[in-house]
């Protein structure tokens, strides 16, 4: 099923039956929040509830269940290098691309990005200001964006952007379990080309799609929980009235 806007396209299914369907060389950037199969030492602590995993205890709100969080590190890999090759054969070459993952699986996505054929060009830092203190260790407050491109690596403006980014969860606007605050999107989409458009295979609550609209860029998204989708389609209509003023 697809949603079409004013701004770009979204649909809903798995990434990689979606993104087989697309055209080479159609897309502009890559920027994607994939589930990260994170969570533990163990395949028992990674098949939790993800709600379980990237929660604070005691937290009150709940949110839709988030899909597809469970694989282990060997099917991880092999899935990630599936998916990210398909981007690669619909990203137009120069491309470049930003996938999100955490300190356990930043060296499995690297592996992962470099075999499916990007250059890799480094890690960016989102620094949370409001993660949970842990007593006696270091705060785990950074999550990191992989930095790529689909060679030759191009650049789109001839400003040095930060390499770490601080953004507190914005929970006001915040609708899926690990929703990204949209000023850390529209960060990121500091690199990619004005006006182009952005693929985004893991939508959830649709933040990268409102980024886009709210700088100027067209998207492609899909998202395989039908209620994130609609969550997010929401949000994307919201976001497009605001523009259209
Ligand atoms: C980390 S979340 C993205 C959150 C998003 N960045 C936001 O700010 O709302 C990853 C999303 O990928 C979706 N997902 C999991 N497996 C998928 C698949 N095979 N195809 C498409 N989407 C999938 C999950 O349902 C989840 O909503």
């Not at 098949?47 to 604070?56: F, V």
């Amino acid at each position: 099923m697809s949603i079409q806007f004013d701004f770009g396209i979204m649909y809903q299914g798995d990434a990689l039956a979606m993104l087989r369907t697309l055209p080479d060389s159609s897309m502009d950037a890559l920027v994607t929040d994939p589930p990260y199969s994170s969570g533990g030492l163990h395949a028992s602590a990674r098949r939790a509830d993800p709600a379980q995993k990237y929660q604070t205890t005691g937290t009150k709100r709940t949110y839709p269940p988030m899909l597809g969080d469970c694989k282990d590190q060997r099917s991880f890999i092999t899935w990630a290098t599936l998916w990210l090759s398909e981007c690669w054969r619909l990203l137009r070459p120069g491309a470049p691309a930003l996938i999100f993952s955490d300190w356990r699986q930043l060296p499995a996505m690297t592996d992962a990005v470099q075999a499916a054929g990007f250059k890799w060009r480094g890690v960016v830092v989102w620094h949370k200001p409001s993660a949970r203190p842990l007593l006696g260790e270091f705060r785990r407050d950074a999550e990191f964006i992989v930095h790529a491109a689909k060679p030759p690596a191009k650049t789109f403006n001839r400003t040095c952007h930060p390499g770490v980014l601080r953004h507190a969860v914005d929970t006001s606007r915040k609708v899926h379990l690990t929703g990204k605050p949209v000023a850390l999107l529209k960060d990121l989409l500091a690199v990619t080309p004005e006006g182009g458009t952005v693929l985004d295979p893991f939508l959830g609550g649709g933040t990268t799609a409102i980024a886009c609209i709210e700088t100027g860029r067209r998207f492609v998204g899909v998202e395989l929980s039908a209620e994130y989708a609609e969550l997010a389609a929401d949000r994307i209509r919201q976001a497009e009235a605001a523009v259209a003023g």
